[in-house]
């Protein structure tokens, strides 16, 4: 009987279209913003994290608008990659650009490597 209500049609992760409140977009021309890779599922980086928004640092540096909006589609390996590197709150307070994620020289010297590898290889990324 659990099992049934698991996978009932009424669940919520069952419902999610794929462009709608999930997290990964499939799109054929989707370009990461960060790796400039094409023909990858990407993904949504909230660039001022979610878990930083009730903050009252953040609530003053940015509008709730901007908090919400502010968002890079990225492909998985250089999203696992950002958050490997930086905690939420050096996102939050510097990195919540894709320039100024650009500039740091780790996140440089993923890009040059993640660039030369092909769109279906399945990259990890260790912690």
């Known amino acids: 009987?659990?099992?049934?209500?698991?996978?009932?049609?009424?669940?919520?992760?069952?419902?999610?279209?794929?462009?709608?409140?999930?997290?990964e977009v499939d799109f054929e021309d989707a370009v990461c913003e960060l790796c400039s890779r094409t023909e990858l599922k990407l993904t949504r980086h909230h660039l001022i994290p979610q878990s930083r928004h009730n903050k009252a640092?953040?609530?003053?540096n940015f509008s709730r608008e901007a908090m919400k909006t502010d968002v890079a589609m990225l492909c998985r390996p250089c999203h696992s990659q950002i958050h490997r590197i930086f905690a939420n709150h050096e996102l939050a307070s510097y990195y919540h650009t894709i320039e100024r994620l650009q500039t740091h020289s780790e996140v440089q010297k993923f890009i040059n490597w993640v660039k030369k590898r092909p769109a279906g290889l399945k990259i990890r990324v260790r912690r």
């Open 57 to 60: 640092r953040t609530q003053r």
């Open 1 to 23: 009987m659990l099992m049934k209500n698991v996978f009932d049609s009424d669940n919520k992760r069952d419902n999610k279209s794929s462009h709608e409140g999930s997290d």
